[in-house]
Every structure is written in C-alpha cells, then in structure tokens.
C-alpha cells in the first residue's frame, strides 16, 4: 500500500520559513518524480514545485521561484519543501504527490497524493 505522509505545517507570520516534510512508502522512491501542490479555499490546487529522481533536478511555479526549495532523501523515501519569505498569498494546504509520467504541472499526471498540510501566514 501506497502512503504519502506530509508533516510541517503551521501558522507563521509573513517573512518567515517552513519546512514540509513528505515521507512515502510502498513505492520505488527513485522512479517517482515527486510534486507539490497547493490549494487556497475556494480555488483549484496549483502546481508549486517538482522533483526529478534523477540528479534532483528541480522545477517551480513562477510565485515561489527563489522563496521555496524542494529537496529529496532517497535513504528516507522523504521529499521536502523548505519555504523561505513566506507571504500571505502562500496561505493554502500543502500537498505531496508521485508520479511517473510527463505533464509535471498537472494534478492528474500524478498517481499518488498525501492529505495534505495546512500552512497559513499571517500579514
């Protein structure tokens, strides 16, 4: 059995940092691109950062570039996501998924997904 479990969230004010945690099981850790996601009330989730199994390439979504910074341990089948300079439009749940397939910055190209993590700044 798949399981995505994500850990980190909270409450901080503008201008200050997270780090989300995403620890996987029942998967082959360094097949799966791993993605975040985040989702606002009353707005479609959106794609935030993706990591590539291989060399950890990495990309992101243009309103996080330079604040937020995805990181994978394979001997811990963990991603993470450290998120610098936060700002109140961050506010959202934080979401982890796997995937194998291309189309990175769609929801339905990934095949797994946590529950999520709520994180909420505070002007």
């Known amino acids: 059995q798949v399981q995505l479990v994500e850990s980190g969230g909270g409450l901080v004010q503008a201008g200050g940092s997270l780090r989300l945690s995403c620890a996987t099981s029942?998967?082959?850790?360094?097949?799966?691109?791993m993605g975040w996601f985040r989702q606002a009330p009353g707005k479609e989730r959106e794609f935030v950062a993706v990591?590539?199994?291989?060399?950890?390439?990495?990309t992101y979504a243009d309103p996080v570039k330079g604040r937020f910074t995805s990181l994978r341990d394979s001997a811990k089948s963990t991603v993470f996501l450290q998120m610098n300079s936060l700002k109140p439009e961050d506010t959202a749940v934080y979401y982890c998924?796997?995937?194998?397939?291309?189309?990175?910055?769609?929801?339905?190209?990934?095949?797994?997904w946590g529950q999520g993590t709520q994180v909420t700044v505070s002007s």
């Open positions: 029942g998967l082959t850790f360094s097949r799966y691109a």
């Open positions: 998924a796997a995937g194998l397939t291309t189309g990175w910055r769609v929801v339905r190209t990934y095949d797994y």
């Open positions: 990591i590539f199994p291989n060399g950890g390439i990495t």
